[in-house]
Every structure is written in structure tokens, then in C-alpha cells.
């Protein structure tokens, strides 16, 4: 599935308010010259965009997810949450911060699983299929290079109507 100019509007729309308010740190992200230092409480958390499934929250660390260059982005997902088969345009790096995060390499939710623990990385390819379960409360780091962008393998897994129907 790819995302129609729509979503990516709503998204760029998203993305920096996240940015924007996080703690005064906006300025301090968009010059490279200067650090950048977060602790837990600092970061803020809000809705995940339209086309990550409903009940994640995104926090922004660093850069802009939406543009091109580097980011770095936390989501925070509840028990259970799943994320069905997708790929990426590029590629990304999942650092687990906390909970149990088990990634599916393959096109299927039973596919080749890989149980990934606090402190666990793992790095994918751009546009390797893969999907995602969650047990417990999980926080999940995201470093790539932007735009983020997800396709979903089947069309009708994007939870975002206005994007799955284009």
C-alpha cells in the first residue's frame, strides 16, 4: 500500500506538532551543531499517525520523520498491539526499550518470528516484509533516514481508510 499525497499531508501535519512541542527542544533538533538531550519524562507522547494502528503513541526525538534526514522516534504500544505485514521505503534500525516485541520476517503474522527483549536491536532492509506483535506494554525506538513511510502487503490492514482506499 502506498500513501496517497493525502496521508502524507495529515502526516506532515502530525509529525512536527510533535516536534514542535516537545519541551523547547525544536530548535535544538533542527541544528545538528548543538545536543540534544532527553530523559524519559521529557519526551511527548501523541497519537501514532492514521496509518500506524490505532492505540500507539509516537514520541519525536530527533529530526523530522516526514522529511528527508535523519530521525529518531519512539512508539509506545499497549498489550496486544499488532502491526500487520508491511514494508518501508528505507531502511530502519528497532532498538526495544521496554516490553516484548516479537517481529515476523515474512508476509504473514506466523512468519519466521524473532522475540526481541529490553536493549534488543534489529536492523531491516528497505522494503523487507515484516510484521509485529507486542505482549505487555512495549516501547520501541526507530532510527532511520526519512520520510517515514509504511505499505501495508494487504491493501485493507492500512487502518487508515482515506489512505487504503487510494
Known amino acids: 500500500m502506498t500513501w496517497t499525497m493525502r496521508t502524507v499531508c495529515v502526516l506532515l501535519a502530525v509529525a512536527p506538532a510533535a516536534v514542535a512541542d516537545n519541551g523547547g527542544m525544536k530548535d535544538k533538533m533542527a541544528d545538528k551543531k548543538d545536543a540534544v538531550t532527553l530523559n524519559p519524562g521529557d519526551i511527548k507522547w501523541g497519537e501514532a499517525p492514521p496509518d500506524i494502528p490505532k492505540g500507539a503513541q509516537l514520541g519525536v526525538l ?24 508491511h514494508w518501508h521505503t528505507n531502511p530502519e534500525q528497532l532498538t526495544i526499550i521496554s516490553g516484548a516485541f516479537t517481529i515476523h520476517m515474512g508476509d504473514t503474522m506466523k512468519a519466521d518470528p524473532h522475540s526481541l527483549e529490553p ?5 531491516l532492509p528497505a522494503k523487507m516484509h515484516h510484521a509485529a506483535e507486542v ?10 533516514m526519512g520520510p ?11 487502518p487508515n481508510p482515506k489512505s487504503a482506499q487510494k
Do not use: C, S
Open 62 to 85: 530527533h529530526g523530522d520523520p516526514m522529511k528527508a534526514g535523519e530521525f529518531t522516534i519512539r512508539l509506545k504500544l499497549p498489550d496486544g498491539y499488532k502491526i500487520p505485514p
Open 135 to 144: 505482549k505487555g506494554e512495549t516501547v520501541v525506538q526507530i532510527n532511520g
Open 119 to 123: 536493549g534488543a536491536y534489529h536492523f
Open 148 to 158: 517515514f513511510d509504511i505499505h501495508y502487503l494487504n491493501p485493507a490492514d492500512n
